[in-house]
Structures are given as C-alpha cells and as structure tokens.
C-alpha cells in the first residue's frame, strides 16, 4: 500500500459524500498518483463500511467492465469488483429519482444467487455452475462520480466501481435450463431498441465472471458466501439516460426489466 490510513479514510468520505450528494469529481488518481490497487480496494472497503455503519445492508456483489463493449466503451482491459446497498435497490417497473444521481447510465446485466460458498483461488466456471442456485435478470445503472466518466481503473475501484441504483427483474430460472452464453438481451429506451448483445460477451460466459470475483476475493481472504446476489457486468456498453426516460431490457428465457427515470 502506498496511502496512509488518513488518505484512504479522507479518499472514501470524498468519494462517498459525492455519491451521497450527486456531485463530480476529478479523478482521485490525479492527486494521488502512486496509489495502488490495494490502496483503491481499501478506499472501497471504508465506504462499504461507512453505509454498513450507518446501517445500510450491503446486498450483493457486482463484477464491472467484463464485456469487451464495455471494455471498449471506457478504453480498459480489466475486470473491477464492487458491491451494492439495500437503498441501490428499486423496484422492477419502478421510478429512478435522477435528482439523486449525475449521469446515469443504464446497463443490462445477467446476474445469479450463490447456494454454497465460493472461494478462490482456483475457482473455475464448473465450481460456479455447482454454487449456482438460480439466474435472474437486472440492470445496473451506473453513475460514476468521476466528471465526465472519465476515470482510471484505481479510481475507478475506490468509487466503489459506479454503482449506483440497480434493478432486479422478477423470473428466476434454474442454471441447467439456460444458455447463458447464447441467452440474447435487448436493450430499449422510450420503445427504441439502443443495444444488443448475448451473454457470451461477458468473458465469454457471465460465469467466468463469478469465478474472476471468487478469484480476486480468495487474494484478499474472503470468500463469495453462499446466499449472495452477483452481478456479472453489462453484457452490452452503458446507455446515458435522462429524466422522462423510460427504459425495458428484455432478456431471452428470463423475462424482462424496467424503470422510468424522473
Ligand atoms: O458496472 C460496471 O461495469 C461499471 C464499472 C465502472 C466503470 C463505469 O462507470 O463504466
Ligand atoms: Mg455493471
């Protein structure tokens, strides 16, 4: 680690009070050039803490920037891990309040509930498949604090990777019934379709997704406990969206997902 413990507490109230407040910032890499990854982790456990402390439930753990449109979309090359809170949560056909956020951006992701623990390293798609209790669709509105999205990957992981406001759709299926890989997602904004892709574009397999979180999380001793809501990443690149937008993503075997932005 390269940041003493008063940088990385002073970093996480910067970052969370802009989440918590609906204002940008600049890149926090730009003031602290020699921070590293663990130093951004760090930052992203302390604002875990902080909602934890003011008892905001953490409710599942999310994968970023696994497909390659996302990739392509923010001129990255890794995957980056984060978490999401009881109030990120709204509703399938619920309101997104955009005076609460910056510039949200929506993206369809396919997600699963673990039934067992998992615990890098070595974890491999099979062992994700075996602690796979069902998949269910959601999207993920994003909303990084950072001016303009412009970010690095460190500064990116202490802002706890954009996560914003998420949306869980409401038909769970078994594992063994799907395709994740060739399952197709629609993405539509005001009846428009915006973007498409299939599951395969996450690494793959969404799952790989799965494995590279119990992987990252068995290097820092955690594990994935069983029982947790995994998001695998956007399978397409992130849509802005404004207030009056209304926003369906209809996903292939798994129903679909939508909100209205106000
Ligand atoms: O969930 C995501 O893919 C977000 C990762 C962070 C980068 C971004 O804001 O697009
Ligand atoms: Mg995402």
């Known amino acids: 680690m390269k940041l003493d413990n008063n940088t990385i507490l002073g970093l996480a109230e910067h970052l969370e009070t802009a989440e918590l407040q609906a204002h940008d910032v600049t890149m926090i890499t730009a003031d602290h050039p020699d921070m590293d ?12 803490r902080r909602k934890e402390a003011r008892g905001n439930k953490t409710v599942g753990l999310k994968a970023g920037l696994t497909s390659f449109a996302k990739m392509k979309q923010m001129g990255v090359e890794t995957p980056v891990f984060g978490f ?7 509703p399938d056909g619920g309101e997104v309040k955009t005076a609460e956020l910056i510039h949200p951006k929506v993206e369809a992701e396919i997600c699963i509930v673990t039934k067992a623990p998992l615990k890098g390293p070595g974890c491999h798609i099979a062992a994700v498949m075996a602690a796979t209790d069902f998949v269910v669709p959601a999207v993920e509105i994003i909303d990084s604090r950072y001016r ?18 998420f949306v869980i759709g409401g038909r769970m299926r078994d594992l063994s019934e799907l395709d994740l890989r060739t399952l197709g997602v629609v993405l539509e904004v005001n009846g428009e379709v915006m973007t498409m892709a299939a599951g395969a574009a996450v690494l793959g397999n969404p799952l ?20 947790t809501f995994i998001m695998t990443g956007g399978v397409t690149e992130a849509i802005l969206v404004k207030a009056g ?6 996903f292939q075997d ?9």
Do not use: C
């Open 37 to 48: 990854w663990d130093d951004a982790y760090a930052i992203q456990d302390e604002i875990r």
């Open 84 to 90: 999401v809170s009881d109030y990120m949560s709204i």
């Open 148 to 165: 303009d999205f412009k970010f690095d990957l460190k500064s990116v992981i202490a802002d706890n990777t954009s996560a914003s406001r």
């Open 208 to 227: 790989a997704a799965v494995a590279m979180l119990a992987n990252h999380l068995g290097a820092r001793g955690q594990e994935i406990p069983a029982g």
């Open 245 to 250: 937008d209304n926003v369906t993503v209809r």
């Open 254 to 262: 798994l129903g679909s997902v939508s909100m209205r932005f106000v």
